[in-house]
């Protein structure tokens, strides 16, 4: 967890602290409805900590989906069965399916996509739905089979 997500945890977590806190009594001569002004800074409170933790629910859905979904970066080469990719983060190397055509062997490049949960061959496959990024030529040693 990063200290920013730890900061906002913890921020939430006060908060919900406050809103369980027992309230002291009042008079209800300043009342409005039945609700003091203690009651509304509670209310308001109770809004802000629940808006807070449904957007940091969005936020963090989408940014694990979208930024640390399934993408690999790492040199494409020329395989037996056709294009690979020779994975920087795992060093395994995925046979390419799908939306190959902006790929060019020789090239490091970022795509997203789906890893297959069966493949046939010597190596799982990635069908490639965007390539994100060219990064230009790479040193890419033959693939290892």
Sequence with gaps: ??????????????????LTATATAQPQSGTIGGVTGGDAVAI??????????????VFYAVHHVVHH??????????GANGLELQNRGDQQTYALVGDTAGI???????????????????????LVEKLNKDFGACNAEPSIR
């Excluded at 308001?44 to 629910?57: D, L, S």
């Excluded at 979904?69 to 020329?78: P, W």
């Excluded at 997203?112 to 990635?126: D, I, M, V, Y």
Aim: hydrophobic share 45%; glycine share 16%.
């Design 1 to 18: 967890m990063t200290v920013g997500h730890r900061n906002l945890l913890a921020m939430v977590a006060a908060c919900a602290l406050l």
């Design 104 to 126: 060019k062997p020789g090239k490091r490049v970022r795509i997203s996509g789906k890893k297959e949960k069966k493949s046939r061959g010597a190596h799982p496959q990635f």
């Design 44 to 57: 308001g409170v109770a809004i802000a900590v629940i808006g807070a933790g449904i957007g940091f629910g």
């Design 69 to 78: 979904g399934h993408s690999l970066d790492g040199c494409a080469v020329s």
